[in-house]
Structure formats: structure tokens, C-alpha cells
């Protein structure tokens, strides 16, 4: 399978605990999205890396979040001491950077992380 | 700024008939569009893109979809109704060739079909 994994993709956790996530993106794919998504919403965007560098933070991100890409391969993302307001979706995409001067390429989604603080 | 309003959060049709799933866009730029679907328990997938080509765009399994700028509008229908239509619909913006990168999603809407 050469499309976008995240793991686990179920995480039950008591409020104040830490977690990780991660993803993996298609191996070309040098753009990388978090999005979170709650019930009967649509997906939110978190933050943004193109390669290792984060280059945008929704204020959605609270000072608990971090996400990081250190080789600009897969990304992890962090909530510290979390709360019952985190419960979610979370949810990781990329895309390639398209051709020069061609249309946008589109952003292809995992599965999904599903979080439930309890 | 950049923003979707799907105007039906739950459309209902039977088996054969018409889809009509309608869609209100605000964008700064000349907007990229797409609709996306996601089946319970699975990802989302792309079922079509619009990015300032031809304004009548035709996606996977039989969805189309019209750009309209005077009407702010891309709505996605379909001639005839699927039992494996029956999903949630995402109506997405995006601004990405002018450097704002993050998709922007509607609310959605749950299109369930009647045997």
C-alpha cells in the first residue's frame, strides 16, 4: 500500500496524559497537513510542513500541540496533558509539489488518528 | 480569507435518481475546488478538482461538478443514485497556487440513499 498511514488509529487516553501520533506520507510527497476533524464537523487544518520546515501553525494549535518532521519524511504530532476537548480525528495528508506553472496537485488524507480523552 | 458553505447538511434520494449536493464558495483569489467524500471508517478521497481549466469538471464514479464564478457556486451532481453513494460529502477550497496552502472544508453533507 503506497498511500498515506498514521498510527495508532485508535487512542484511548485519561485527561493530562500524552500522546503521539504519527504519520507517514506517499514517499514522493515533500508537503505535509494535519487537520482535525470533530463529529459532524468538517476537517480543520492544524499546521503545515513543506519537507522539515513547519511553515504555518493554525490558531487552532494551542501551546499543548507540536508537530515536528525532522527528515521530511514522516511527521509526529504531540498533545501534552490533554484534555477532554482534544477528542477527534486527527487526520495527516500530503501532496507533491505539482508541476511548474500546472494546476494545484490535490492533498491525499490517511485514515485518520481517532483520540478519545476520557 | 477563504471560506464553504454547503447548503444541505443531509440530502436523501432513492435509488436511480438524481444527486444534487449544493456548494457556496468566498475566496480572495481565484480558488481551487474539489469535493471530497469520506466513507464511514475510511479516508477521505478526492472525487474531483477544479483548478481554473474547464469549468464543467467530471470526477470518479460518475460525479460531475460546475464552476460557477458570478454564482460563487460548485455544485456536484450526479444522473442517477448509487446504494454505494451513500457517504459524507466535503466541499473543500484551497488557495495553494497563491501560496495559502491549507484546505478549507464546508461543514459536509450526509447523502443517504433509499433503496
Known amino acids: 500500500d503506497t498511500g498515506v498511514s498514521q498510527n495508532p488509529r485508535h487512542k484511548i487516553t485519561k485527561r493530562g496524559q500524552n500522546v503521539t501520533f504519527r504519520c507517514d506520507p506517499i514517499s514522493e510527497h515533500n508537503r505535509l497537513y494535519w487537520y482535525r476533524q470533530t463529529l459532524g464537523q468538517g476537517p480543520e487544518f492544524l499546521t503545515y510542513?513543506?519537507?522539515?520546515?513547519?511553515?504555518?501553525k493554525s490558531r487552532l494549535l494551542s501551546d499543548r500541540f507540536s508537530a515536528e518532521r525532522p527528515k521530511g519524511s514522516f511527521s509526529t504530532l504531540e498533545i501534552q496533558r490533554t484534555e477532554q476537548g482534544d477528542s477527534a480525528m486527527y487526520l495527516c495528508?500530503?501532496?507533491?509539489?505539482?508541476?511548474?506553472?500546472?494546476?494545484?496537485?490535490?492533498?491525499?488524507f490517511g485514515p485518520g488518528t481517532r483520540l478519545t480523552v476520557l | 480569507a477563504q471560506s464553504v458553505t454547503q447548503l444541505d447538511s443531509h440530502v436523501s434520494v432513492s435509488e436511480g435518481t438524481p444527486v444534487l449536493l449544493r456548494c457556496n464558495y468566498s475566496?480572495?483569489?481565484?480558488?481551487?475546488l474539489f469535493w471530497y467524500v469520506q466513507h464511514p471508517n475510511k479516508g477521505l478521497q478526492l472525487l474531483l478538482k477544479?483548478?481554473?481549466?474547464?469549468?464543467l469538471v467530471k470526477g470518479i464514479n460518475g460525479f460531475e461538478a460546475e464552476f460557477k464564478k458570478s454564482e460563487t457556486s460548485f455544485h456536484l451532481t450526479k444522473p442517477s443514485a448509487h446504494m454505494s453513494d451513500a457517504a459524507e460529502y466535503f466541499c473543500?477550497?484551497?488557495?495553494?497556487?497563491?501560496?495559502?496552502?491549507?484546505?478549507?472544508f464546508g461543514t459536509g453533507t450526509r447523502l443517504t440513499i433509499i433503496p
Open positions: 473543500v477550497v484551497s488557495a495553494a497556487w497563491f501560496g495559502n496552502e491549507k484546505l478549507t
Open positions: 510542513f513543506q519537507n522539515e520546515a513547519q511553515l504555518e
Open positions: 475566496s480572495s483569489y481565484s480558488p481551487s
Open positions: 495528508a500530503s501532496r507533491s509539489r505539482g508541476t511548474s506553472g500546472g494546476p494545484v496537485s490535490e492533498q491525499f
Open positions: 477544479y483548478t481554473s481549466a474547464a469549468t
